[in-house]
């Protein structure tokens, strides 16, 4: 058993081109949105499922830890980097495949490489009548990576993990499986249910290091008729609880059938890239009047927090109706309260064509942002505005689109996303926390409330910093650190973890570890596949 055997095996199964064990062409696989001391053992690029097995026999028989990734946009937990020294990385997205679609069931296999813009790029071009829930994340990030790990979007199917099915997953000693109906390859109902006869295993296979996945069937969502998006802003944030108990009632109704979000201000900031260095220095977070005055630079309209919703109805009374429910719901409580449907927009932008533009001080056009190309269904937002955001407190001027690169710039980014139940009370009550914490160390506490079910609200955190200032690295993972411990011992646990937390939550109160660490061993006795991912007792 060698490394250097390892090697030797791999390049026969891959080809001299797609293996590398030093130079430079490593760095970026040991760099992240935040400081690492990782070495990488090395980077295999696999092309298909067949490479993969090979690979993971290998990697047993020679007794060598591996890594897979999917795209490698994970930013803000961890980008490309393992969870520990040593470890080889599988790249995985030269796998790009769209296995298969079904138009008629709205259902769409693709493999680990595949990305969001792909898919959308792939349905418009099929005139398709459904979408795929939009993300938040990088166009360029993968389906499936944003799938195993729980990761939420906008939309119908916003809880990514309950609209998928049929995975094909090779496990550690290169077996593979497929779940629910999958392992039949007659099986006409592998790609519309989840269930087939036996254990269910599909959750065993994300956010952990049991198998590799390399093929998922998504649930798209139809595109509705009569499709409807609102805006609106809450200028008293006193308001925000009621807002909160309103929201929840919408969904325990089935009006707002799709997820629903509210950004505050400082998460606005951020979108519009324009940190306010004339008002500070840096070193502390800004004051409420400073965000206002930075908002005033970019919005016409200045507020704590700016939510958004979308109505997903087939006939334009069914429209009609929701939105009267919708305004009765938020009267008082919400200020510039807009709808976006048809025919209305389609006269709004004949009339700007005569008018003129939109007002110079709005960084976006909103009848596209909401309505056009509305992340509801499925288009995502300009890489300028998602991964843009993280070059907020760096002094450099934003590269263009094709160059944005976080972990090569120097951009400090932790995420975090603590699960709040759909109170306004609760909500109010971690908000806090966020504030407090953030506030100390000296940064922006920017939020998003993901409205997710209607019990269930995920609050999005971002820390973000320059990771160029000496002594940045260090107070922002003190802030991260924590800001997870203040919310958990309050009773909120996030609902996924990166390279910087996977050892940080307590200790389970019951047999969960035991039971977890039984089933590693039984399809992983050699520990070869991701060590210290999601098994919570690995040092980093």
Not at 45 to 72: F, H, W
Not at 97 to 123: A, C, M, N, S
Not at 133 to 144: K, V
Request: proline letters at 5%; hydrophobic letters at 35%; a neutral charge.
């Amino acid at each position: 058993m060698s490394i250097e055997n390892a090697w030797q095996q791999w390049g026969e199964i891959l080809g001299a081109d797609n293996i590398c064990c030093e130079g430079e062409r490593l760095s970026s696989y040991e760099t992240a949105t935040f400081e690492t001391n990782i070495k990488v053992g090395g980077v295999l690029k696999v092309k298909t499922r067949q490479q993969l097995q090979q690979v993971l026999q290998t990697a047993n028989a020679e007794r060598v830890a591996v890594y897979p990734i999917s795209a490698g946009k994970n930013y803000g937990y961890g980008s490309k980097v393992p969870t520990q020294s040593g470890s080889v990385v599988i790249d995985l997205s030269s796998m790009t495949r769209i296995i298969d679609f079904d138009e008629k069931h709205g259902t769409l296999t693709v493999e680990p490489g595949v990305t969001f813009e792909q898919v959308h790029q792939f349905l418009v071009a099929q005139n398709s009548a459904f979408s795929i829930a939009g993300t938040g994340a990088a166009p360029s990030s993968s389906l499936i990576g944003n799938a195993v790990e729980r990761g939420i979007g906008k939309g119908l199917a916003s809880n990514r993990i309950d609209n998928i099915c049929n995975l094909e997953v090779v496990l550690p000693d290169g077996k593979c499986i497929h779940t629910g109906l999958g392992r039949f390859e007659n099986a006409k109902g592998k790609t519309i249910t989840k269930l087939g006869p036996g254990p269910f295993l599909d959750g065993l296979f994300t956010q952990s290091n049991m198998g590799v996945v390399t093929a998922m069937t998504f649930w798209l969502t139809p595109i509705p008729e009569a499709f409807t998006t609102f805006i609106y802003c809450v200028k008293d944030e006193s308001k925000l609880p009621q807002i909160i108990d309103k929201l929840r009632e919408l969904k325990q109704r089935d009006i707002l059938r799709s997820s629903t979000t509210l950004f505050n201000g400082h998460r606005i900031l951020g979108y519009t890239g324009k940190y306010p260095w004339d008002l500070t220095d840096g070193g502390r977070s800004l004051t409420e009047q400073e965000i206002a005055t930075a908002l005033k630079r970019s919005l016409p309209v200045v507020a704590k927090w700016y939510g958004d919703g979308a109505l997903f109805c087939h006939t334009r009374a069914q429209a009609k109706a929701e939105i009267k429910i919708v305004k009765q719901a938020l009267s008082g409580l919400v200020t510039n309260l807009t709808f976006f449907r048809e025919p209305y927009v389609s006269l709004a932008e004949r009339a700007l064509k005569i008018v003129g533009k939109f007002s110079k001080k709005s960084f976006i056009n909103p009848l596209e942002t909401y309505f056009r190309k509305s992340m509801y269904l499925g288009h995502p937002l300009p890489i300028t505005q998602t991964l843009g955001s993280t070059y907020i407190r760096k002094k450099m001027e934003l590269p263009n689109a094709d160059k944005i690169d976080p972990d090569r710039d120097g951009c400090g980014t932790y995420w975090m996303g603590p699960i709040i139940p759909f109170e306004g009370g609760e909500v109010e009550a971690a908000i806090q926390i966020v504030k407090e914490v953030m506030t100390e160390y000296g940064y922006e506490p920017a939020m998003t409330l993901q409205c997710v079910s209607a019990r269930q609200i995920d609050i999005i955190i971002s820390i973000s910093f320059d990771r160029d200032l000496p002594g940045e690295d260090q107070n922002a993972k003190a802030c991260h650190d924590a800001l997870l411990e203040k919310l958990y011992l309050a009773g909120y646990y996030p609902y996924r973890l990166g390279n910087q937390s996977q050892t940080l939550l307590p200790t389970p109160d019951d047999d969960y570890l035991d039971f977890l660490n039984s089933v590693k061993s039984a399809l992983d006795p050699n520990g070869v596949l991701s060590p210290g991912r999601y098994d919570f007792k690995q040092s980093i």
